[in-house]
């Protein structure tokens, strides 16, 4: 099916149906796994076709695989891409394609409150190669553009952000960056294709990390980006050599995954949603962050570029660290752990999960209170969830 086909499908049917509607070995009705490393071609002209890209086919597994193949389209026509490539990791997926549109003396702008990963390479590594880096206050929209204008080659944006869910004006920034010839990329792991298409807001690049709501089960790693196919095929040159490949057992679990994504993401914003409405009215809660709720300062533009606003809230406790102590042990129905997307509500501190890589000092610069605590709100019933997460609140 064309591009143009799959423009009048609805999300859960691509979910479950792209990549797969032509027949597959000895007519299996499910994408097999294939752990072959290489791939025999008894005509050498063939295989040299298949070699240099001039043919369909495979040759090495560390280039491409069927099973991956298939992961990928199914993600290229979820958000609307020219091609799609993917990658081991979704920290994978970021740094080869950083890497890749990036040379020693170009600039790269984004914001201070990227996941801490990215942080990280925005901070140690990029610099190192020569790289310059500008990374802005999020909510301050016009130092962005002024620093976007003092010259961007790449414009790397995040929305909602990891852990404070602040929300970017996509529409307008990667306008900016556009007037400035920068590649725009967009992190949607948050969001997701059910929630966000920054593709079609003008964004060049999407990239996720797999691992949570687009495999959703919290047993797969995988990263995946999306867009321009020049820039597709550039990441994916680099990738090949680089060697942070997706392998296919990967592949088939987050292939799985996505066949309930839409179901799984529909029933995730229901739930986080709730869940930010109770804490908000808790003597025992400082503060939340959900862009769904209409006192967030984020949820007019949230509301005008999202379907959705995502299974990802936070919420900072009015005690001390110790009160963080108290509260995480006695929730009975999530697991405590650093990751995120999964069917099961999973809680923890940025301290520990997504910034654990910064300091005390730098995770305050990023406006991320010790107090703070990332939630996952999962699809269990939400009456059950809000009553455990209520019993805990109470020990405090």
């Given at each position: 099916?064309?591009?143009?086909?799959?423009?009048?499908?609805?999300?859960?049917t691509?979910?479950?149906?792209?990549?797969?509607?032509?027949?597959?070995?000895?007519?299996?009705?499910?994408?097999p796994?294939?752990?072959?490393?290489?791939?025999?071609?008894?005509?050498?002209?063939?295989?040299?076709?298949?070699?240099?890209?001039?043919?369909?086919?495979?040759?090495?597994?560390?280039?491409?695989?069927?099973?991956?193949?298939?992961?990928e389209?199914?993600?290229?026509?979820?958000?609307?891409?020219?091609?799609?490539?993917?990658?081991?990791?979704?920290?994978?997926?970021?740094?080869?394609?950083?890497?890749?549109l990036?040379?020693?003396?170009?600039?790269?702008?984004s914001?201070?409150?990227?996941?801490?990963?990215t942080?990280?390479?925005?901070?140690?590594?990029?610099?190192?190669?020569?790289?310059?880096?500008?990374?802005?206050?999020?909510?301050?929209?016009?130092?962005?553009?002024a620093?976007?204008k003092?010259?961007?080659?790449?414009?790397?944006?995040?929305?909602?952000?990891?852990p404070?869910?602040k929300?970017?004006?996509?529409?307008?920034?990667?306008?900016?960056?556009?007037?400035?010839?920068?590649?725009?990329?967009?992190?949607?792991?948050f969001?997701?294709?059910?929630?966000?298409?920054?593709?079609?807001?003008?964004?060049?690049?999407?990239?996720?990390?797999?691992?949570?709501?687009?495999?959703?089960?919290?047993?797969?790693?995988?990263?995946?980006?999306?867009?321009?196919?020049d820039?597709?095929?550039?990441?994916?040159?680099?990738?090949?050599?680089?060697?942070?490949?997706l392998?296919?057992?990967?592949?088939?679990l987050?292939l799985?995954?996505?066949?309930?994504?839409?179901?799984r993401?529909?029933?995730q914003?229901?739930?986080?949603?709730?869940?930010?409405?109770?804490?908000?009215?808790?003597?025992?809660?400082?503060?939340?962050?959900?862009?769904?709720?209409?006192?967030?300062?984020?949820?007019?533009?949230?509301?005008?570029?999202?379907?959705g606003?995502?299974?990802?809230?936070?919420?900072?406790?009015?005690?001390?660290?110790?009160?963080v102590?108290?509260?995480l042990?006695?929730?009975?129905?999530?697991?405590?752990?650093?990751?995120?997307?999964?069917?099961?509500?999973?809680?923890?501190?940025?301290?520990?999960?997504?910034?654990?890589?910064?300091?005390?000092?730098?995770?305050?610069?990023?406006?991320i209170?010790?107090?703070?605590?990332?939630?996952?709100?999962?699809?269990?019933?939400?009456?059950?969830?809000?009553?455990?997460?209520?019993?805990?609140?109470?020990k405090?």
């Amino acid at each position: 099916m064309t591009n143009q086909d799959w423009g009048k499908i609805k999300q859960s049917t691509k979910a479950v149906w792209a990549g797969e509607t032509r027949p597959f070995f000895e007519g299996c009705a499910q994408v097999p796994i294939v752990n072959s490393v290489s791939y025999s071609h008894d005509d050498v002209d063939e295989w040299f076709e298949v070699a240099t890209g001039k043919r369909e086919g495979h040759i090495y597994s560390r280039n491409t695989n069927p099973t991956v193949q298939v992961f990928e389209e199914k993600m290229r026509v979820l958000e609307g891409a020219e091609a799609a490539t993917s990658f081991a990791t979704g920290m994978a997926a970021i740094s080869n394609t950083l890497f890749t549109l990036l040379s020693p003396g170009q600039r790269v702008v984004s914001v201070k409150d990227t996941y801490g990963g990215t942080s990280i390479v925005f901070l140690e590594h990029l610099p190192r190669f020569g790289i310059e880096v500008s990374l802005c206050e999020t909510h301050d929209i016009e130092a962005i553009f002024a620093e976007i204008k003092k010259g961007c080659d790449v414009l790397y944006l995040e929305t909602p952000t990891n852990p404070t869910m602040k929300i970017l004006d996509l529409k307008r920034l990667i306008a900016a960056g556009k007037a400035q010839n920068a590649v725009v990329m967009v992190d949607n792991t948050f969001a997701t294709p059910i929630n966000q298409n920054p593709l079609e807001l003008g964004a060049d690049l999407v990239v996720h990390s797999a691992t949570k709501f687009i495999g959703g089960h919290s047993d797969a790693m995988g990263g995946v980006i999306c867009g321009r196919e020049d820039l597709v095929k550039q990441v994916y040159a680099f990738r090949e050599i680089n060697g942070g490949t997706l392998d296919a057992n990967s592949a088939y679990l987050l292939l799985r995954g996505l066949k309930t994504l839409k179901l799984r993401i529909d029933k995730q914003n229901e739930n986080a949603m709730a869940l930010a409405e109770f804490l908000m009215n808790h003597k025992n809660v400082d503060d939340v962050f959900y862009p769904g709720l209409e006192s967030d300062p984020g949820h007019e533009v949230a509301k005008s570029q999202m379907k959705g606003y995502s299974g990802m809230l936070g919420f900072s406790l009015k005690g001390g660290f110790d009160d963080v102590r108290k509260f995480l042990p006695e929730i009975r129905f999530a697991h405590r752990a650093a990751h995120l997307g999964g069917v099961e509500t999973i809680v923890g501190p940025p301290r520990t999960t997504s910034h654990v890589e910064l300091s005390e000092d730098q995770r305050r610069k990023l406006g991320i209170p010790e107090t703070l605590i990332r939630c996952s709100v999962g699809i269990e019933d939400i009456e059950d969830i809000i009553d455990d997460f209520a019993q805990a609140l109470a020990k405090i």
